[in-house]
């Protein structure tokens, strides 16, 4: 298994663009999550997922879109971006119903907006 | 609002002693906790959870401790090695399926 995987590693964008970070995972997990780092803080929710064609927010959903189209692939979508944005993203996957224990994180994507 | 947080966010400590990362959480309706460990460029790893009808739960060189009176959590590691050196965040959820809650995180570093 490839476990989560996260693609770009970075990226480097200019206010107003668009883009998509890409998230997958081969462990058929129903529950998926995207996270934002921030230097000197813990990570925060974006947006969840707990099965294909079910999404809602987190804490800090504003400025992101996701979609769940299938089992496997989680994307989180920057329709324009902006410097507030610039940040580390984690995407996570996991069964439902289960503990901490079977949560695994991707390797992160470092974004940063100019 | 509701926080989970650290007490340090530095750690030293020399190879081979103990050591203990404390975390404090406010939502009293949190019944699972866990423990994460972040190492540079990566992303964050189980190292240990606990649930609330537990006081202690050990791993291996890990042990967890609750304690809900004071809405307090810690994580002790035995015979830090350098291996250990790492950022370490503690989360928390209402239920183990719940969304978690972070922690700013403690930086564990470990002298040779």
């Known amino acids: 298994n490839a476990g989560v995987t996260q693609t770009p590693k970075f990226q480097v964008l200019k206010t107003g663009q668009s883009m998509t970070l890409q998230c997958a995972q081969d462990m058929n997990h129903e529950y998926m999550s995207w996270y934002r780092q921030d230097p000197g803080m813990g990570l925060r929710l974006i947006h969840y997922s707990v099965g294909a064609g079910i999404t809602d927010q987190g804490e800090v959903p504003n400025g992101y879109n996701v979609s769940r189209s299938t089992t496997e692939d989680f994307p989180l979508r920057l329709l324009s971006a902006a410097p507030s944005q610039t940040s580390v993203y984690f995407c996570?996957?996991?069964?439902?119903?289960?503990?901490?224990?079977?949560?695994?994180f991707g390797p992160g994507t470092r974004l940063t907006v100019l | 609002g509701e926080s989970v947080g650290l007490h340090l966010p530095t750690l030293s400590v020399q190879e081979g002693d103990n050591s203990i990362i404390n975390c404090a959480y406010s939502?009293?309706?949190?019944?699972?906790f866990i423990w994460y460990k972040q190492e540079s460029g990566k992303g964050p790893q189980f190292i240990i959870d606990?649930?609330?009808?537990?006081d202690k739960r050990q791993g291996q060189r890990v042990t967890v401790l609750l304690n809900k009176t004071v809405k307090h959590l810690s994580l002790q590691i035995a015979a830090t090695q350098p291996g250990d050196s790492a950022v370490y965040f503690c989360?928390?959820?209402?239920?183990?399926?719940?969304?978690?809650?972070f922690g700013k995180g403690t930086k564990l570093s470990v002298k040779p």
């Open positions: 989360a928390e959820s209402r239920g183990s399926q719940g969304n978690l809650i």
């Open positions: 606990i649930r609330s009808n537990m």
């Open positions: 996570a996957s996991s069964y439902l119903g289960s503990g901490g224990d079977t949560q695994y």
């Open positions: 939502n009293s309706a949190s019944d699972y």
